[in-house]
């Protein structure tokens, strides 16, 4: 059986205000940053272990992949993957502890 992707309500805020953000600036970098985002948290299903382990968490089961300055963190389970968090590099990590943690049922 195949794993889906699922996304925390805050990671999909988090790329709200990701695209609200850049859109200042430019339309057509935001569309560009967030289709990014969303290819590569696709791509996670093919590969889940290929994102590197998230240091400040240092959890195996927790992991990241980089999409220009930002980190899409995700947990993987047996049938699904979990995007917790969408947060740009220079971001804090604190706020995520609690999301990437999940509801471990």
């Not at 925390?8 to 805020?13: F, G």
């Not at 988090?14 to 609200?20: F, G, K, Q, V």
């Not at 953000?21 to 996670?44: F, G, M, N, P």
């Not at 195996?60 to 740009?88: C, G, L, Q, T």
Request: net charge negative.
């Amino acid at each position: 059986m195949a794993r889906k992707l699922s996304w925390s309500p805050e990671a999909l805020e988090d790329i709200e205000a990701t695209a609200s953000y850049i859109e200042r600036d430019s339309l057509w970098y935001a569309q560009i940053c967030v289709s990014k985002i969303l290819a590569v948290a696709e791509s996670i299903l093919d590969f889940p272990e290929s994102g590197r382990i998230v240091p400040e968490i240092a959890n195996a089961s927790i992991r990241e992949k980089f999409v220009y300055s930002y980190r899409v963190i995700y947990r993987p389970e047996s049938n699904r993957i979990v995007v917790a968090a969408v947060i740009h590099g220079s971001g804090l990590l604190e706020q995520v502890n609690v999301r990437v943690k999940g509801d471990e049922t």
